[in-house]
T-cell receptor, first 117, second 111 residues
Framework: GAGVSQSPSNKVTEKGKDVELRCDPI?????LYWYRQSLGQGLEFLIY????????KSGLPSDRFSAERTGGSVSTLTIQRTQQEDSAVYLC???????????????FGSGTRLTVV | RKEVEQDPGPFNVPEGATVAFNCTYS??????FFWYRQDCRKEPKLLMS???SGNEDGRFTAQLNRASQYISLLIRDSKLSDSATYLC????????????FGKGTTLSVSS
């Protein structure tokens, strides 16, 4: 696609429920990143995927968080048993490759605003 | 010490003013540097890369001081449309490392 597409744009869920957030990166971009941004806070790295390599999961805050990327394209971030502190904007970004991303920056999607009530 | 630190502001300036933002980073192995702009309730967008020799893009000038681990962004002749949060971003010189974002500096330009 022309840009990074994320869905849903907004999600309200009850505490304890599971949620799935979707990211469709720019066509041809092999690197895909998930960040989250809590109100008034900076971007917190969660996980990234590069081609067929094992993902870097070092930023995932707990084992309730997981992500997968099927076919090297679309990615899904899953949060199990959501808690109120999970409320944030979840941003997905992509780049042509991790090295290109490091050198030229990322393109972000418009994010999913998650509210846990 | 946080990896990327910025003065959160807000910086409130009149139209036409010159304003400068500073950023420090803790890891001397950092290799690439950027400024991103984030409008309220929007995603961050790349404003400009920062090169060692300094670089300019219209009214925007970015400087890097590797010895002091310091990055700056200068905005001349501020416009109302420059109102946004400016994010300082670095990458560590390690293969396969995601970019690290500062919390941002908020700029408000008024008429």
């Amino acid at each position: 696609g022309a840009g990074v597409s994320q869905s849903p744009s907004n999600k309200v869920t009850e505490k304890g429920k599971d949620v799935e957030l979707r990211c469709d990166p720019i066509s041809g971009h092999t690197a895909l990143y998930w960040y989250r941004q809590s109100l008034g806070q900076g971007l917190e790295f969660l996980i990234y995927f590069q081609g067929n390599s094992a993902p870097d999961k070092s930023g995932l805050p707990s084992d309730r968080f997981s992500a997968e990327r099927t076919g090297g394209s679309v990615s899904t971030l899953t949060i199990q048993r959501t808690q109120q502190e999970d409320s944030a904007v979840y941003l997905c970004a992509s780049s042509l490759g991790i090295s290109v991303g490091q050198g030229r920056g990322y393109t972000f999607g418009s994010g999913t605003r998650l509210t846990v009530v | 010490r946080k990896e990327v630190e910025q003065d959160p502001g807000p910086f409130n300036v009149p139209e036409g003013a010159t304003v400068a933002f500073n950023c420090t980073y803790s890891n001397s192995a950092s290799q690439s540097f950027f400024w991103y702009r984030q409008d309220c309730r929007k995603e961050p967008k790349l404003l400009m890369s920062v090169y060692s020799s300094g670089n300019e893009d219209g009214r925007f000038t970015a400087q890097l001081n590797r010895a002091s681990q310091y990055i700056s962004l200068l905005i001349r002749d501020s416009k109302l449309s420059d109102s946004a949060t400016y994010l300082c971003v670095v990458n560590i010189k390690q293969a396969g490392t995601a970019l690290i974002f500062g919390k941002g500096t908020t700029l408000s330009v008024s008429s």
